[in-house]
């Protein structure tokens, strides 16, 4: 590779893969195919939760339809919502984040490999039980944060909901196993010379979402087993009738999670964007300093601002005025990344290849989905847009036109890495262009309904002026988009079969995942470049104006 | 149908001093936010055009950054943010009660059940459910409770939403300008018929509530005829009042598990907003609750033709 190389460090102990074919997969220890295991059990689950999301849409489609019936729709959302946060969106960071720190870093494999295998069986048990509850014929149906007393036995008779927290339990073990492990690698297995200064944003970004699952999760579960004791055991932490409970403590307990989530959701996205739109713009990033120290401020923050979940609860004026400061102010990190990631566009060459579109789109989403959460921030406009379709649109925006574009970016980006093909262009293109259509079809209308007064999770609505129009827009949205997803399972599959061979690094790309085959042999790497910034493949090609014989001061470090 | 949601209910046609306050907050809020996505936009889509890879090969200047722009992007919206903090806190204090706002309030208590609502008027003796009247030009002082599940208040066009929760009394105030009737709904998921918890305000003049309070408060008139006298023997002797309460049946229902049917006439909907309140949908709601509104906690009774007719008649206090 280069005259001068340096070896990674050593292994733990070697990863393993013991038995052929099929059990290889069962008894992996490396951490490349338990991140495919990860990255193929969200996309069954993305399947799975976007066929809820067009029954969804297919009964609100009209006013008054009687395609579900409310026990039905209400079973749907609760399930769709838990789907996409804990076995579509995490998974699926987690995966890549497994597949591609070690080599990101130059390690040859996690610190942990046996707990990573661990975790991911936790995990994929965990998503197995909640949709077991099926065989007793009821599935959870109190929302996604389960709110008390709806979520106790009183008004939840049925045992979805049992199911629903014990694999919640058992999904939150599993992502902090994750956690850990990837907290430790990141920690300790770094390539020679990659200081915290030089390293990639991705894994600067899941070092911070690995520290905030750490804190986020563990009181979830906490939360889940004192639910669980209030169902099961006749306990009454959130029983608002027996004496001591509290149905508003559940509250706190859940988005003491719930907000962190977001941003577990979210800087994984944040990391993905400041490793494409640097390649894609043959530019490095603008402010590598700025963008880390936002994702830290970012990460602190999120653990201030669970009340805004909260404002219409009736809490305390000081309080919300508190929650809502706190609120506004990740607004400014946040804000930080969208102005570095459009500003290193500024004066680069832009190769417009699907990676690009798909980041690009995404600043633009991620910034509506940013100001309307901004919205929410002010207390009184909460206190009319909250529980109604605006704020359905709001997280949407987040969430999908945010995160699961950023990982439609990242996916494009690294799947020749992790296959040695290339994903078909001409296929990303149509992907790309539906999605965007699609999407904002579906959820731009919905920040009108909830301005008109239409509430969020009715199973029907009566036809107020203007809400079938919308309604219907919204669901043909939703199928527009169901067609730009199918077209991206299906470029994974085509391409996995007949893509164009990639090569080691097909982008030009700078970080050492590209310094080794596509896909990476089982160790990973035998030599490594030697790491002198935050760019060592640039450096290698690059020599005369190597980022470290740079003298500003953004690149020396 | 269509006729009782003919109106918007809109955050955007205030009604009311406290959704006007509201209103103009979000205005403030999109017009600084669409200047922010404009630019945003623009600079990005602008990047795509002009710095598009037109294949002449070669690096673009590697800029690494520069602390200036940084320090600039970072302020610029703390500053925006802090004059935005400053109107939240200002329009918080405007739109709660304080003893300025509700120096002369009217004193309603609402009570959020799965899956209707409950008015109690402390001053006039007067349980309604589901349509709250009040009169023009004065301050309502709400007080939430719940039965049971956390619900939510929300009457767009008059203030803002107020969860009900059990177990915490929660108070809120509301107004409205004009006479009419004002749309709005439980905007918190409260279980299976959370969709049909609909609210409606009827706002009118002074004189005119007045009239409707002390009309509200005499009891529901005694049967006129046979038919109504069956229909009141029905109520009283079937399971009917062990739920709900008629002023003058003499029966009171021990819990408010259902509605207060005194004067039902006066009502527009039936079962939280599902129906018209017409006869004929009354004897249909009776008949058969599940086809009307799956999953409320209203039983079948398996009445017969006959008994559904002086039920009726006496519910509706007509011949």
Not at chain 1, 24 to 40: E, N, P, Q, R
Not at chain 1, 109 to 116: G, K, Q, S, T
Not at chain 2, 85 to 97: E, K
Request: charged share 10%; aromatic share 12%; hydrophobic share 50%.
């Amino acid at each position: 590779m280069s005259q001068e190389s340096v070896s990674p460090h050593a292994l733990p102990f070697p990863p393993l893969t013991r038995g052929w074919g099929w059990l290889a997969w069962l008894s992996t220890t490396d951490h490349k195919k338990i991140g495919i295991l990860y990255m193929v059990t969200s996309l069954f689950f993305f399947g799975v939760g976007g066929i809820e999301a067009l029954l969804i849409r297919i009964q609100l489609a009209t006013p008054e339809a009687k395609v579900l019936t409310p026990q039905e729709y209400n079973a749907i959302f609760t399930m769709h919502g838990t789907t996409m946060i804990f076995l579509v969106v995490m998974p699926l960071f987690i995966g890549i984040a497994n597949y591609l720190v070690p080599l990101m870093i130059g390690a040859r494999d996690v610190a942990f490999p046996r707990l990573n295998a661990l975790g991911f069986w936790v995990f994929l048990l965990g998503g197995i039980v909640i949709y077991l509850a099926l065989f007793t014929g009821s599935l959870a149906d109190a929302g996604w944060f389960s709110y008390a007393p709806l979520s106790e036995a009183a008004y939840s008779s049925r045992p979805g909901v049992d199911y629903w927290i014990v694999g919640l339990i058992e999904m939150g073990v599993g992502t902090i196993g994750a956690a850990v492990n990837l907290l430790a690698t990141i920690v300790r297995y770094r390539a020679p010379g990659m200081t915290y200064r030089r390293m990639p944003l991705f894994v600067w970004m899941m070092m911070i979402t690995s520290l905030i699952i750490l804190y986020a999760l563990t009181p979830l579960n906490a939360g889940l087993i004192m639910l669980l004791g209030d169902r099961l055991l006749h306990l009454h932490f959130f029983r608002a009738n027996v004496s001591g409970g509290s149905a508003i403590l559940w509250q706190h307990i859940f988005w003491f999670f719930g907000h962190p989530e977001v941003y577990i959701m979210a800087l994984p996205a944040f990391g993905m964007m400041s490793e494409v739109v640097p390649v894609f713009s043959r530019k490095p990033i603008f402010g590598y300093t700025f963008v880390a120290g936002s994702g830290v401020a970012i990460g602190l923050l999120s653990f201030a601002v669970w009340v805004h979940h909260m404002f219409a609860v009736g809490l305390s004026t000081p309080m919300n005025a508190a929650f809502s400061a706190a609120s506004m102010l990740i607004a400014v990190p946040t804000g930080v990344k969208i102005f570095n990631w459009s500003t290193t566009m500024f004066r680069g060459k832009l190769r417009l290849d699907t990676p690009l579109l798909f980041a690009a789109a995404f600043i633009i989403q991620f910034v509506i989905g940013g100001i309307t959460g901004t919205m929410f921030a002010a207390v009184p406009l909460d206190w009319q847009l909250t529980d109604s379709y605006f704020v359905v649109a709001h997280f949407h925006y987040v969430l999908f036109g945010g995160s699961m574009f950023a990982l439609w970016a990242g996916v494009y980006y690294w799947y020749p890495k992790i296959t040695g093909r290339m994903l078909n262009e001409r296929l990303g293109k149509w992907h790309f262009w539906l999605a965007v259509i699609g999407f904002n079809a579906t959820f731009f209308v919905q920040h009108i309904l909830g301005l008109v007064g239409m509430p969020r999770r009715v199973y029907t609505y009566p036809n107020l002026p203007g809400y079938e129009a919308m309604n219907m827009i919204s669901t043909v949205g939703a199928f527009i988009l169901a067609a730009a997803v199918v077209l991206f399972l299906w470029n994974l599959v085509v391409s996995f079969r007949r893509g164009k061979p990639a090569g080691d690094n097909p982008w030009d790309a700078w970080t050492l995942e590209w310094a080794t085959n596509s896909p990476p042999p089982e160790h990973n790497f035998e030599k490594l470049p030697p790491v002198r910034s935050a760019r060592p493949l640039f450096d290698l090609a690059h020599p005369e104006i190597a980022d470290y014989l740079d003298t500003h001061s953004e690149a020396k470090a | 149908m269509d006729r009782l949601y003919s109106t918007v209910a809109s955050v955007l046609s205030p009604a009311s001093p406290y959704a006007r306050d509201i209103g103009h907050l979000f205005w403030i809020t999109f017009w600084i936010s669409m200047v922010i996505l404009l630019f945003v936009s623009a600079f990005v889509i602008f990047n795509l055009v002009r710095f598009r890879d037109r294949g002449e090969g070669g690096l673009p200047p590697q800029t690494h950054g520069n602390t200036v722009v940084e320090v600039t992007w970072t302020v610029v919206p703390l500053v925006i943010l802090i004059v935005l903090f400053v109107l939240t806190v200002q329009t918080m204090a405007a739109v709660s009660p304080s003893t300025k706002t509700t120096a002369n309030a009217l004193n309603v208590d609402v009570v959020a059940h799965q899956w209707w609502w409950e008015f109690r008027y402390p001053d006039g003796d007067v349980v309604t459910a589901n349509e709250l009247h009040i009169p023009v030009g004065r301050t309502i002082h709400l007080t939430l409770t719940s039965a049971d599940v956390i619900h939510d208040f929300w009457v767009p066009e008059l203030g803002r939403k107020m969860d009900a929760v059990p177990g915490h009394p929660n108070t809120m105030i509301i107004q409205a300008d004009r006479p009419g009737t004002y749309l709005g709904t439980c905007a918190e998921y409260c279980g299976t018929d959370h969709a049909w918890m609909r609210i409606r305000v009827v706002a009118q003049t002074p004189d005119a509530y007045q009239a409707w309070l002390t009309a509200q408060a005499q009891p529901h008139a005694q049967p006129a005829n046979a038919k109504q006298a069956i229909g009141r023997g029905l109520f009283v002797g079937l399971t009917c009042s062990s739920c709900h309460t008629i002023k003058g049946s003499g029966a009171t229902a021990s819990k408010d598990v259902g509605p207060d049917l005194t004067h039902l006439a006066d009502r527009d909907t039936l079962a939280a907003g599902v129906i018209a309140n017409t006869p004929e949908n009354l004897r249909q709601w009776l008949a058969d609750p599940n086809s009307i509104k799956p999953g409320s906690y209203m039983p079948d009774l398996h009445l017969s033709s006959q008994q559904l007719d002086a039920l009726v008649a006496y519910l509706e206090e007509q011949p």
